[in-house]
Every structure is written in C-alpha cells, then in structure tokens.
C-alpha cells in the first residue's frame, strides 16, 4: 500500500482496540489539561491592565486587590470542581452535570456557553501567543493575522493525530513557560525585596504615559472582568477525568491541585512585581506593543538567552493552550451529539480514534474570530468570560441539586462548598455582561439562545423522525415478490457481464437498458441473443430483456431515469432494483475519472423515485 | 416544493427538451460570441500604448503602423474563419479541426493553446472592465482586486443559469458600448476633420510623460505584440455554431462580418484619435492611473453624461467579456471530453443544460490568476496572445488539409486563403513569444506541455480500463446462487423491516446484524422469535437470522464491516449484498444530520471488500 498525503500528515488510521493506550497521567495532564488554564496568567493580568492605561503610573497600586480577588475567586472555584471530578469520575463537563441535574434545557445552556468558550479559548490562545512573539521580535508585528492562521493549522493537524501524541509534544514547553515564569517571579522577588521594594530593572520596560482619565468603580469592574480571563480553562480536568491513568479520580484531582497552585503563584507574583518594577500594559495592536510578561522577564533578568527562552516557552505554551479547547470541544459535542442535539457525526471518531468533526468545525470558527478581529487578543478578551463564567455557575448549580439528592453522610458540606462556588461565578457573570456589554459581550448574550435553539431543532428533527419510523408490529411478510431488475449498461464488456450475472441471481425479471447515441456504431441488439438470451435460456433462467433507447443528444442519465421511472409507475406492487457498477480505484484522484454519472444517477433515483426504487452498487476494482 | 436557494440563483433545473429554445439569432450572436472581440478594442490599443510610454509624445506616431498591421493581420484571419464555419456547420473549434486533420497531437495542442486563451480571456476581461470603472470613480481604485472577484462571482453565476438569459442580459451593454464607441470616434473624427487635425480636447487626457527611452525595432516588435491581444475573440463564432438558429451557417457568417468590421473600424478610429487629442497610456496599477477610452471619450465629449453612460457601458461589457469564455470553455471541455482526453464529467451537462464542471474550472483559475496578479491588466497581458495565436495557426493549417483533402471545386483557392492566414498567424506566435518571453510568455510555454501531457495520461487511464474491462464473451451463466444478504439494523422500526422485506425478496440467506452497546436496554434477541422469525416461518420462508455483535465504546461501522468481509472470506464462491437504509431528507441541510455512518459503511465496504462485496440503498422518504 502507498503512503498517503492523509497518513503522512495525520499518521496512519488508528484500530479501535489501540484506545487503552491513549491515557495519561497527572505529569502529561498537567500540560494537557493545564495549558489553557496556566498559559491564561500570560494574557488576564495584561487584559486588567491594559484597561488601567488611562491611569498612568497610578494605575499599577490596583492590580493587587484585584487580583486578590480573581485569586480568591479561583479558590472557590478549585474545592467546587475537586467535588464535580469525585461524583463524576467518567468525566463531569458543566453540560453533563448541568443537564443531569437541571435539566435538559439548563444542559443546553451549559453546552452553548462552553461552546463560545472553546472557540475564544482557541482564538485568544493563538492570538496571545503570536503578541508574545511579536514583543520578542517587533518586525513580524505587521504579519500578526499569517502567523495566528499557521499556527491554527498547525495544531489542528496536531489533534487529528490524536491525543497521547499532543501531550508528547506540549509537555517540555509547558515545563519550560512554568520553570520560566516562576524562575522570574523568585529572582524578582529577592531583587525586589533585596532592595526595599525599588528593584531596578536590567532592560528598562516601556514609559508609563501620563494620567489622561479618571479612577472609578466602573473602570475597577472593567478591569476585574478582563482580569477574569486568567481564571478561563481550569475546567479542563473535569470534562476530561476519563483520559487518565488509573486510578482515575484521584489523578485527575492531583492534576488540578498542582495547577490551580502553580497559577495563583503565577497571579500573585505578576501582580507584585509589575507594581514594583513598574510595569504596565503597552496599546494593542499597534506599532510598539510589547506584552506585559516579555516587559517583566526582560526587566527582572535582562534580554539575554533567559529572556528568549522564557518568551519562546510563552510563544509555545500560549499558542498550544489552545490545545485544550481542542481536546474539550470534539469531547463535548460528542456529549451533546449523543442525546441527539447536534448531528450524530459528533459523536463518530475519525482515523486516529479523534472526533473529526468537533476539530474541523473549532478550526473553522476559530479561524473567522482570528480574522474578524486581525488577530488582535485584546478584541477578543470582551467576548470570553461570559461564556466561561455561565458554564462555571451552570457546574456549581447542578452540584448543588446533585449533593441535595445524594443520601451520603458529607452531602450538607459539599452541597455548601457548591453553592457558595455557583453564587461567587454568577455574580461575576453579570459583572462581566454588564462591564463589557458594550465591547462585545452582547455578542455572546445573542449568541448563546441561537445557539439553544439551533440544538434544540436538531433534537426535535430527529424526535420526529423516531416517531416517524416507530414500528412495534411483527415483519409483514405478505405480497413478498422478487424485484424488477433494471441494469443499465454502456457496452457489452466484463463490468457489464457481472452485473447482469448478480442482477439474474436476484430476480427471474432482469431488463438491461442500453443508451444508443447516434455515433455508436455496434448495434447491441443484434448479438444480444448470441451474448445473453441464449446462455441464460440454455441454463435454464429466464431470458434478461434487452432495451435500447435511442438518445440523439449524448444525453444518458435522463432516459434511464425516466425509463426506471416509468417502471415502477406501472408495477405498482413490485419494488425495482437498479443495479449500477462502481469503479473502485487505487489512486484517490482516478475518483475523478469515473462514477461521476452513476454518483447523478443514484442521486436522482433515490430523489425523484418513490420508496420503491432500490439502487444495488455492484463493485469493479480496477487493477490498473 | 420549496424554492431551494439554488433555484433562486441559478434559475429552475431545464427537462433536455428545452434545448432547442436555447438557440439565438445573429442579433443576440454579436452580444455573445462578439463581447470577447469587442471589448479587446478596450484593451489591446492600450497595451500597446502603455509600452510606448517611455517615448512620450514622440510616440503616439507609432500607433497608426502598428494598428495597421493589427488590421490586416484581422482581415486575414477574418476570411480564413468564415471558410471554417462554413466547412464546419456543427461547429469548428480549433480543436475539432486541428484533431481531425492534422491528429490527436495537434489537437491537444490547440485545446492545451485555447484553454490558457480562455482563463487569460476571462481574467482580463473582468480586470479590463474594472481599470474601466476605476478610471471614472478614482476613489476606488484601491479595492480593485475585490471588485474584479464580486465581478467574477456574477459572470459565473449568470452562467451557471444557462446561455439565453445570459444572451438578453448582455444585449443592452454591447450595444450601448458600440453605440458609445463608435459615436465617440464619429464625433472626435469630425472635430479633428475641422480643426485641421489639431481639435482641443473638452477634458484634458492625462499629461504625457518626457521620453525616457530610445525607439527601437525591439520596442515597436513588443508594442505590436501585446496589440494583437485586440484580435483575440474572433474565433468564438466558429466554435458555437451550432448555438445560430436555422440557416446557421448563414447566421453565424454574417454575425462574425459585422463583428469584425465594428472592430476594424474601432481600433483605426482609437489609432488615429489618440494621436490626434495627444492621449497616451498611464502607469498600469498605479494612483493615477486613467484607462486610454476613459482619456478618449473625456476629450472628445466632455465628462458629462455620455461619458458616464459609455464607461458604464465599457466596464459592463469588458467585465461581461469574460462571457465569450464562460460560453466556450465548456464547450471545449466537452469536446475534448468526449474524446476521453479529460475526465467524463465534463461532457454532462447540469440542471439548466450547461456543462457545470468546465464552469466551476474555469471560475476556479480565473480567480487564481486574479489574485495572483492583483486584477492588473497590463501583468496578464504578456500571458494571453499566445495561447489565442497558436490556436489560430493550428486551426487554419488544419483547414489547409481539409481543402487538400476535399474534392470541392473551389478547394484549391480555399487552401490559400487558409494558407495564408496560417502562415500570418504563425509568426505572429513566433513574433510574441520572443518578444514576450521574459514578461511571461515563458508561462504559457512550459504550461502547454503541461496541459498536453495531462491530458494524454487521463486518455490512457480510460484507454487501460477499457482493454481491461473489455470481453467478447457471452455471458457466464454458471455458478449463479442467489447472494449472501446482510441487514444491518439500529432497531426494530418501518426502516428495518423495510430493508429486511427487500432482503428476503432477493434471497433465502439474510442475516441481520445488530450492534449492540452497553446502554442498549432492550434486548432484540428477545424479542426476534416474535418480530421475525415466527412469521416468515409460518409465510414458509426461510427465517432471517439475528446476529447481535457487542461493542462496548459504541463504535457501529466496524464490527459491522469486519462481520460482512469475514462472511465474505468464509464464502468463497457467494455474492454478499449488504442493505443499508438511507434517509431522502425533503431539505438539503437535513443531510447534515442523517446517512453519514451509511455514505461510511458503504465506502469502506466497496474499498476493503473484493468484488464480491454489493451495496443495495434502500431509501426510507421522510416525510417531515
């Protein structure tokens, strides 16, 4: 066999039996399922304070208590989610718990909040990254949107590889970004410290501007709502439970622990030493920009080989986090897919035991935001926390009635622990809707009800069409008849032969319909008694009937229709086959060359005929 | 039936009896197969001018000789072609008359030669039309690639419609255009008449640059060169004359003569007043840029409204040029089609009895080259004569053998006439592809071969399937034993028990198989004594057999498939028909939602199976 483009690019097709192999453990899923939510601390912080420009310098005293409060809102989220992992150990995503829980509409909710989740996650993974790249090399600046789409196309091809490869791949630029980024917070902390809280930096970052606005609680509230996007993607692990090792449960939790520690370090420490170094966000999208973090590494350890390596991590990390919502949307459409909400190709895997159709949609979607918005992270921030924050309450309320129903001894606890995380994330969530309304949530607010009810008429179709097919009567085995055989041939040739040798060994009524243009010059009828009706009558079969039908404009697929069509209009208790042979090729592109006609024929005899109307693929492989 | 949004574009799908009602007139003739021609007067004068804009004033006298030769260059070509049409009645494409008397190589010569003529034809036709139309509104200058593709979408979408709308639609811009044209080039003619041959211009033209270059026989050679794309187009109403109504030959004749002669008369008129109103070419692509016409029709008539409505008209039937391309290249496709030189397809017609595939193809390069070259006309220019020419060459020296051939009386004066137009144009090809060569000529010539070898591979392929396919042999009536049936089924429901009927009218041997997941609850093999196998016994049939396969991870395709090539193995000298019910949804989206598993199954079971694999559809009509 030759090795396909498809094989070369995806690796070869994977046998279902191979899945055992595919789960991780807590060293891979930290990179896994962490990605999204560590590679977050390198765009919340920037997203807060690129609102606090107007501020000037006075602006940076704000990011301590307000990331304070994102980190307490992160501790309350993290014993929410340790519980969600425990009572669903086969994997609890907000769309599970919520619909199980509240109910099939809460579930839906849940879906489309998280849908628009992945998507943003996906977009302002890339994005984020790209803006790492470009403050480490300021001249790519200007090829922003190329370089987002090359790198979506590349981790596309990367999941439709296959999981366990992925992680291979992720896991030392994760390690990297976390050595890197602590490495820096603890150097920066004992300069810091060392020198009373005036450290001085080795690479100077970009002048603060002068004051140009005033502080208010509005702007403290904008600012916490990007700063919220930091929090986006600790999730992950619990949609995701099933993929690791045994024993399960208790991995997936070390798996969020180590992760929500290490980003609230993350948190802490960018928050502290901005302020002390003096740090603040640079404008986006223009001429200049350099990120927060590739300013704080190069002020705490200068722009040596640290500062590239660090950044590089970042680039990786940040641009792979997307890799969770990869792993996350195919996982959660299958779900929804499987209670028939979205159609049942969600639900089917691909060659590398990967759900296909969940990746090539993120692709595309995620590719329309990166070019709708050029790229630019900070025009996506706006459109992101809603969506994270409702699928984040729908969870915790769902665990709520979830431990309400539940007969075991700590229920009361777990139930508060919940509830306590379902009220903290519903009021940011109409924090976010109202604080960035204007700059894009409203974009989600629509959003999220067309998505309801888009997966709602997919329900409904397919309700209907089980109700449509329902049967609970016995097999009718009356006025069973052999069918009216109709095979259309071009030639008299060995395609031909072998279909009218299947067609006779399915019915005594076989009838071959010949299309006669004006240029053929070997008349069929002539030898047809000497090719088929003699044979067939001397074996003892029925004769198969030969018509021809003349054709003068080269027309073929119409005569045979209207011909078949006719048939069975006049045999209406029989049902009619119509038996049409198909090349099977060697050579993907040789599709090109054959079937086309027989592709239209069956088409528009299954269309246009009644349910009468059979259509029998008899194979030819060719050998070339 | 609902109206589906490809009715509303490209009108209702045409029953073949329409066809004769397709058929237009020499009125209708010139607005189709003239546009091309036509319109090159927009064009090929101002090619020729932009390379002499290095002379400055100086050399605006250069026009005169050089479009004189253009002209007589014309009029040869003109009576060679109407001999053509007349020994071709059914229509004498380069191709045809190539193929059939100088050989199939010659044949693939002039298709590869007039294929490269079309897309060029097409392209620059759309990016013509649009110079023109940035030339009247300079503000939109800078989106003029977008405007060349919104353009394309159009053309190919009036196409896809079908021949005769398309014919009405174009009829009012052509002839407002040479009203527009002619009238201008009457009236300048009598201003310069009574101004002694110095009129002053109502508009000025745009400055004439100093000289910057020297004149030489070299500059002159490439100025005439890019002139003579003036002259593309004029083969067009040979190849369709089949599409004239009766007396075609007759109808098609006297539509090439007034196209020629509005031409002829045209680029003289465009010669002599460029020279007399001082108007000279503008830097191609570049802010400033002011199309010759557009200079022209200012000068001699003022920017008022007749300029206004003869640039709309310029733009429309230069855009609309492309036409001429949209009207032939299919047809080109289809003749060499039908000769097996490409793939079948694209000698089938679609829904409204055009060749669909040769549009798509055509509308898919056209964009290509578009984009590549930003939708400039003067970079397309340099690609384009020689394919026009040397399908002019290889037509009129396969005309020679057709009067050496012929018997007729007048045969020997016909092979002069032919001759000579043959021998012109010939050195016109040598002509253009030296002095165009490096400014891409060069394309044309590597992809002739190209397109040659292409062609010739695709022709072997069919050629290799036929001698291994063919047989003389009556049919083999041994070993016939109705096949193996297998049904694979979801559920009891009308759709199994539908497939199940049809599988015991074929044969006594069905099995159906049920995949079986961990959720199933109901249990088929319970039930199957009661639904099936009681009344076909008691119907004295033989009793289908249950096979139930369990599969814990819900994977449906492949145990289905390993059952049926397994039974495959195990029966060496049996057929085995697979039944798959398929949905035939009323909307074109509900197909989103259903047979994908099925259109799955069913290949996999055609390319992993030998040749004893057959698939039956057995549609199930919802009814919604």
Redesign the interface.
């Known amino acids: 066999m030759t090795v396909s483009l498809a094989d070369l690019l995806l690796g070869r097709p994977l046998q279902?039996k191979e899945?055992r192999a595919e789960r991780c453990g807590p060293g891979a899923g930290v990179a896994i399922f962490g990605l999204d939510a560590l590679s977050s601390a390198a765009y919340g912080p920037e997203a807060a304070l690129t609102l606090l420009i107007p501020l000037g310098a006075a602006g940076l005293a704000y990011m301590l208590p307000i990331s304070a409060s994102i980190i307490a809102l992160m501790a309350i989220v993290y014993f929410s989610y340790r519980q969600t992992v425990e009572a669903y150990p086969t994997g609890g995503g907000s769309y599970t718990v919520a619909r199980q829980n509240l109910g099939p509409m809460a579930g839906l909710l849940a879906a489309a909040a998280l849908m628009i989740d992945y998507v943003l996650t996906a977009a302002v993974g890339i994005s984020a990254g790209i803006g790492a790249l470009v403050s480490a090399v300021p001249r790519l600046e200007q090829h922003t949107l190329a370089l987002c789409l090359v790198t979506l196309v590349i981790v596309t091809l990367a999941n439709l590889r296959g999981v366990r490869e992925v992680g291979a791949l992720f896991l030392v630029p994760t390690y990297l970004f976390i050595g890197g980024l602590l490495g820096t917070i603890a150097l920066g902390l004992v300069k810091a410290l060392g020198s009373g809280g005036h450290p001085v930096a080795v690479a100077a970052p970009s002048a603060l501007p002068a004051q140009t606005g005033v502080l208010s609680a509005w702007l403290l509230l904008q600012a916490f709502s990007n700063g919220c996007t930091a929090m986006t993607g600790v999730e992950a692990v619990s949609n995701g439970v099933r993929a690791f090792r045994e024993p399960v449960v208790k991995s997936a939790q070390r798996t969020l622990t180590v992760i929500i520690a290490i980003l609230a370090v993350m948190l802490a420490g960018i928050a502290y030493l901005t302020r002390a170094y003096h740090i603040g966000a640079t404008a986006p999208g223009q001429p200049g920009y350099n990120s927060v973090l590739s300013q704080l590494v190069a002020a705490v350890a200068g722009k040596h080989a640290f500062y590239y390596v660090t950044m590089a991590s970042i680039l990786l990390i940040l641009a792979l986090s997307a890799n969770t919502a990869f792993a996350d949307f195919p996982r959660l459409c299958r779900a929804v897919a499987e209670d028939a909400y979205l159609?049942?190709?969600f639900?089917?895997?691909g060659r590398r035991l990967v759900y296909s159709s969940g990746i090539y949609v993120l692709a595309g979607l995620c590719a329309f935001l990166l070019i709708l918005f050029g790229g630019v992270t900070d025009r996506l921030i706006p459109l992101y926390a809603v969506g994270a924050f409702l699928a984040f309450t729908l969870s915790q309320a769902g665990m709520v009635m979830h431990w309400k129903r539940s007969r075991k001894r700590q229920a009361r606890a777990s139930m508060l622990v919940n509830g306590l995380g379902a009220t903290a994330t519903a009021m940011t969530v109409a924090v976010v809707i109202v604080a960035k309304f204007v700059q894009g949530a409203w974009v989600t607010v629509l959003l999220i009800p067309a998505l309801i009810v888009l997966m709602w008429s997919?329900r409904r179709?397919?309700d209907?069409?089980a109700v449509?097919?329902?049967?609970a009567?016995?097999?009718?085995?009356?006025r069973?008849?052999?069918?009216l055989v109709v095979v259309p041939i071009r030639a008299?040739?060995?395609?031909a032969?072998?279909a009218?040798?299947?067609g006779?060994?399915?019915?005594p009524d076989v009838r071959v319909v010949h299309v006669r243009s004006e240029e053929d010059t070997e008349d069929l009828r002539r030898r047809w008694p000497?090719?088929?009706k003699?044979?067939?009558t001397?074996?003892g079969?029925a004769a198969p009937e030969l018509v021809v039908i003349s054709s003068p404009?080269?027309?073929?697929?119409?005569p045979i229709l209207e011909y078949v069509l006719d048939l069975e209009r006049k045999h209406p208790e029989r049902?009619v086959?119509v038996l049409i042979p198909?090349?099977?090729e060697r050579h993907w592109y040789?599709y090109?060359?054959?079937n086309?006609?027989a592709q239209?024929l069956?088409a528009l005899l299954?269309?246009r005929?009644?349910?009468r109307?059979?259509?029998?693929?008899?194979?030819?492989?060719?050998?070339?």
């Open positions: 279902s899945e159609p049942h190709s639900a089917s895997r997919v179709h397919y209907g069409v449509e097919i329902a049967s009567a016995p097999l009718d085995v009356t069973l008849k052999p069918p008299w040739d060995k395609v032969e072998k009218l040798r299947f006779l060994e399915i019915s000497e090719l088929a003699v044979p067939a001397r074996a079969l404009y080269r027309y073929v697929i119409s049902e086959a198909e090349m099977v040789h090109l060359l054959h086309q006609r239209w069956k299954l269309l005929g009644d349910q109307i059979n259509v029998i693929s008899v194979p030819w492989h060719l050998r070339g």
